[in-house]
């Protein structure tokens, strides 16, 4: 069973960046996709960024300039570069692996990231 553990979520005024960190419990190489996704007070979870086996990325129109995805399958990381926050980036944010044969899909725990003056 895979383990994912986010970090470096937290309070950030608007215009400020804050960088996101997934550590997997094993080798990430496998996997047909990462991503990181959000899921705001009384509103569904929604796809961020994401980045598929081979280094395409996708994003939410809403984060397109402002966030990068980036994956070191050396260290089993994914990482999630946030800039420009405005307050209405509040949310969880969560981190997300999945395998599609056979199905597999994983989910961190979350880590909360407020946009606040």
């Known amino acids: 069973q895979v383990q994912l553990v986010e970090s470096g979520g937290g309070l950030v005024q608007p215009g400020g960046s804050l960088r996101l960190s997934c550590a997997a419990s094993?080798?990430?190489?496998?996997?047909?996709?990462m991503g990181w996704y959000r899921q705001a007070p009384d509103k569904e979870r929604e796809l961020v960024a994401g980045?598929?086996?081979?280094?395409?990325?996708t994003y939410a129109d809403s984060v397109k300039g402002r966030f990068t995805i980036a994956r070191d399958t050396g260290e089993n990381t994914v990482t999630l570069q946030m800039n420009s926050l405005q307050p209405e980036d509040t949310a969880v944010y969560y981190c997300?692996?999945?395998?599609?044969?056979?199905?597999?899909?994983?989910w961190g725990r979350g880590t909360q990231v407020t946009v606040s003056s």
């Open positions: 997300n692996a999945e395998h599609w044969f056979p199905r597999g899909n994983y």
């Open positions: 094993g080798s990430i190489v496998s996997f047909n996709k």
């Open positions: 980045i598929f086996q081979y280094g395409s990325t």
